[in-house]
Nanobody, 117 residues
Framework: QVQLVESGGGLVQPGGSLRLSCAAS????????MGWYRQAPGKQRELVAL???????NYADSVKGRFTVSRDNAANTVYLQMNSLKPEDTAVYYC???????????WGLGTQVTVAS
């Protein structure tokens, strides 16, 4: 089992920045991915960014060049630096830990990000 706790959400003006953090605890797998999904009201949950245990990354087209995912393996933490935020980035952001060999996903409870003036 893996437990995930997100932090760092809030209200920000368009063009602003936020940094999300997700601390993981529990039993980890050597081959894994950590990252972020988001869900806006009335929409399906969608991929934002993933970073693999190899440090390869994968981004949604809508956030490329604006968001950066990173991880600190010593601290079992994944981060999402979000710059040049837009109103359409408003959503609940969920942290994900994926055990790649078993295909098991673990989710955090989510943190709200609101981009508005």
């Amino acid at each position: 089992q893996v437990q995930l706790v997100e932090s760092g959400g809030g209200l920000v003006q368009p063009g602003g920045s936020l940094r999300l953090s997700c601390a993981a605890s529990g039993t980890f797998f050597s081959t894994n991915a950590m990252g972020w999904y988001r869900q806006a009201p009335g929409k399906q949950r969608e991929l934002v960014a993933l970073i693999f245990s190899t440090n390869n990354t994968n981004y949604a087209d809508s956030v490329k060049g604006r968001f950066t995912v990173s991880r600190d393996n010593a601290a079992n933490t994944v981060y999402l630096q979000m710059n040049s935020l837009k109103p359409e980035d408003t959503a609940v952001y969920y942290c994900l830990y994926r055990a790649l060999r078993t295909g098991t996903d673990y989710w955090g409870l989510g943190t709200q990000v609101t981009v508005a003036s």
